[in-house]
């Protein structure tokens, strides 16, 4: 910019098409429960690079629709899913020159929490399936296209950290649940039980819940009281993390 050049002036001459940029992209790292085990939302790939394999959904950013980076990723999320993700949390960023074979490129990544229950699936264009998988085995270096076991690994990581100390696996779930199926969430993660008496006392003393009045699951026990989401509450933070007694 020269001496006299105002700041308005310099835009209106740059273009920064005049440099090289990278590949940049959204990915989602959508998570859920069912038969009891922690599952990851995939799609097979359509077109090359990677055809023919799964991978995590996602998408390049569109610079005249996204006005951030939180609307790309509800955008690709809209895409998949069909609906908004209760819980929806900007993982980091993943760059290289190696990671894509079109060149040098850069992802942010996401996770988001969903109940699966009566959910569509989409794939959309440049995939030919989209489907559930459970988590176990995708980690390894070759499960996925491009990095994406890195970035599913970094994301479970977060998601079993965030486990320890908050309530966010509540939105794991269906709308109304007892507090044995959010106790079996809490297993299904961490991998180890849960104490009950602990547990239940962790989660009243949290608040984020309500009994739905007069409803109750009935089976080959006694009845269960149903719970769901108190509205508009917040994700809460324990002040201690989840021990084996709760």
């Not at 989602?28 to 799964?54: N, Y």
């Not at 962790?202 to 819940?209: A, N, P, Q, T």
């Not at 009994?211 to 080959?220: A, F, L, M, T, V």
């Amino acid at each position: 910019m020269s001496g006299n050049e105002t700041e308005q002036e310099f835009l209106r001459k740059y273009n920064i098409h005049d440099f090289d940029v990278p590949l940049t992209s959204v990915d989602l790292v959508i998570f859920t429960i069912r038969e009891q085990a922690l599952h990851v939302l995939l799609v097979k790939r359509g077109e090359h690079p990677h055809k023919g394999r799964w991978a995590l959904p996602g998408g390049f950013i569109d610079i005249h629709r996204d006005r951030d980076l939180d609307a790309t990723a509800l955008r690709k999320l809209r895409e998949k899913t069909g609906v908004e993700a209760p819980y929806l949390e900007q993982l980091q960023g993943f760059g290289s020159a190696t990671r894509d074979p079109r060149g040098w490129s850069a992802t942010f990544a996401y996770f988001a929490l969903i109940g699966s229950e009566g959910m569509e699936l989409r794939h959309g264009s440049g995939s030919d399936a989209a489907s559930w998988h459970p988590v176990d085995g995708l980690t390894a270096k070759d499960a996925l296209a491009f990095d994406h076991p890195a970035i599913l690994d970094v994301a479970l990581q977060r998601l079993r950290n965030k486990v320890e100390y908050t309530s966010i696996p509540v939105h794991l779930l269906a709308e109304e649940f007892t507090l044995s199926d959010l106790q079996r969430v809490y297993e299904t993660i961490l991998g180890r039980p849960v104490e009950k008496s602990a547990f239940r006392k962790r989660i009243k003393e949290g608040d984020f819940l309500e009994e739905i009045p007069g409803k109750q699951r009935h089976g080959s026990n006694r009845p269960a009281q149903l719970y769901r989401l108190r509205a508009g509450h917040p994700t809460v933070y324990f002040n201690r993390v989840m021990g084996a007694g709760g």
